[in-house]
């Protein structure tokens, strides 16, 4: 089995807003010269950290064959890094691998790394990545506490793990057009999405531990209902991938539902979803598909 690679930027990992204040009013001279007089000083943990520390924590029992690498993609230079690293250590987090690229962008390095999933805070870095087949998303701050146990991931369908064929029907020829749309094609799987891959590789996992010994649990959590529920199931089914969880909602709010599925992250490409659910739980917005044509392009 192959290992799970996440890349995560220093950004979404550690608290570095007053650090990029100082970037944003003084400049690059000032913001080296603040991350190099507070280098011994610890960052406080980000947006994904807690997600990174759950990712982390799978590899016990399993110190010769990891399961899941972290790996680092940051926009500071090796030298203002150093903080950054310095914090990782503090906080004991197996993370060996990292790119510094001095303000450049950082999602080239993605494929390099082999990496299944990119989160950053940096929505550009997400679109790129995605526009390169990687599943990323922009990983936004979250009300609720870190979670214990088991990790615990939730999708939305369309447009995250599915491809947003059918989201295309429904938001250009309507509601009825697009429950016609499934039900005509039922037993027809749809083409996968960007983060069909990512679930793979936690299937995988899944897989090699056994159901009722998995460390990850996963959910499909989405607006579709009856009838549009049968070609999500024989999509699943089609790519041989199991999701522990399928809360078909028909609309309704998906947040409560997240907190009580106990999600260490959710994946949505809608941002009134994202905006939602992030009341609840850590959430990522997939910047992918039709609804995100109008807000900076469209993968």
């Known amino acids: 089995m192959n290992k799970l690679v996440v890349a995560i930027s220093s950004r979404a990992l550690f608290q570095l807003d007053e650090s990029h204040a100082v970037y944003e009013s ?3 001279a000032a913001y080296c010269a603040h991350q190099r007089e507070n280098e011994h000083v610890v960052l406080e943990p980000g947006p994904a950290f807690n997600l990174v520390r759950k990712l982390l924590a799978l590899n016990k029992g399993e110190p010769d064959v990891p399961l899941v690498e972290v790996v680092l993609l940051s926009r500071n230079s090796a030298d203002t890094g150093l903080r950054i690293f310095n914090s990782i250590e503090h906080y004991q987090l197996d993370i060996k691998r990292a790119a510094f690229c001095s303000g450049a962008s950082t999602h080239r390095y993605v494929e390099a790394f082999g990496a299944q999933l ?5 929505q550009d870095d997400v679109r790129e990545s995605l526009a390169q087949g990687h599943a990323a998303a922009t990983i936004l701050p979250s009300h609720r506490e870190d979670g214990i146990g088991q990790l615990r991931i939730a999708f939305d369908g369309d447009a995250v793990l599915f491809s947003d064929d059918s989201e295309r029907i429904y938001k250009q020829l309507g509601l009825d057009a697009f429950a016609r749309n499934e039900r005509e094609a039922a037993r027809d799987p749809m083409p996968g999405g960007p983060f069909k891959n990512f679930l ?9 531990h056994g159901a009722e010994d998995a460390p990850i ?3 499909l959590v989405t607006a579709r209902s009856a009838p549009a529920h049968e070609r999500v199931i024989r999509t699943l089914r089609a790519w041989n991938i199991r999701i522990d969880e399928a809360l078909f909602l028909g609309g309704m709010p998906k947040g409560a539902f997240l907190k009580a599925f106990g999600a260490d992250i959710f994946f949505d490409d809608q941002p009134v979803h994202c905006d939602s659910a992030r009341e609840f739980v850590p959430t990522g917005h997939v910047p992918y598909g039709i609804a995100n044509a109008a807000i900076g392009g469209e993968n």
């Open 26 to 28: 003084q400049g690059v």
């Open 118 to 122: 990119f989160l950053s805070t940096n």
């Open 200 to 208: 793979a590789a936690l299937h995988a996992i899944q897989a090699a």
């Open 217 to 219: 649990r996963t959910a």
